[in-house]
């Protein structure tokens, strides 16, 4: 595990299973239709029971079904997970990184970190987003996910505590050394 801290504020990496998580809110990765998939969105929903997809139901459409636009995030109930609330956002599939690949990750994570802020949460944890079957280089994502939260928590926010949880080895390091370079830390 790797932690950051400023203050009460703390920022840390590590390995495990966001569905166990006991926190205010965990962020899905999710596709725009709120409409579950593969990955971390399918054990998340897996977890969470049906009750979670009548709370993305209860999401209103902003066009032709999209409830999440890519870069956006939206929070629901969390169903039968220990956490309070889902805040379900679409990062970006990797095409090359040529398509504002980068810009739509970085959004996700502003957007739920704020989204997180505006309710009063103190408490988040982020799955890597895109870094699955959307297919995002891990080494090209850490850095960009671990500075949108450090630029967040630098600032005046109601978060005190944000973990960035990983599924493989692979992935905590790639985020450890990014939180590292760009933490001032080393690793």
């Known amino acids: 595990m790797k ?8 920022f840390e990496i590590t390995q495990g ?7 205010d809110a965990i962020v899905n990765a999710a596709n725009e239709y709120l409409a579950g998939g ?31 636009p890519l870069g956006t995030a939206v929070l629901t109930e969390s169903g039968n997970l220990p956490c309070r609330h889902i805040i379900h956002t ?10 504002g690949e980068a810009e739509h990750l970085r959004n996700a994570h502003k957007s739920s970190l704020e989204l997180a802020a505006k309710h009063g ?3 988040l944890a982020f799955p890597a987003i895109s870094c699955g079957i959307f297919r995002y280089p891990v080494h090209e994502a850490a850095p960009i996910a671990v500075k949108a939260i450090l630029d967040h928590l630098r600032g005046e926010t109601s ?3 944000v973990k960035y949880m990983v599924f493989t080895e692979k992935h905590r ?11 001032g830390q080393g690793l």
């Open 90 to 99: 679409v990062g970006p599939v990797w095409e090359g990184g040529r398509s």
């Open 17 to 23: 299973d966001i569905t166990k998580e006991n926190l």
């Open 159 to 161: 978060l005190t505590v």
């Open 38 to 68: 593969g990955g971390v969105d399918r054990a998340i929903h897996r977890a969470a029971g049906p009750s979670l997809v009548d709370a993305c139901r209860k999401v209103k459409p902003r066009r032709d079904g999209v409830r999440c």
């Open 173 to 183: 390091f790639k985020f450890e050394s990014a939180l590292g370079r760009l933490s």
């Open 121 to 123: 949460l103190t408490s």
């Open 3 to 10: 932690l950051w801290t400023q203050g009460t504020k703390r």
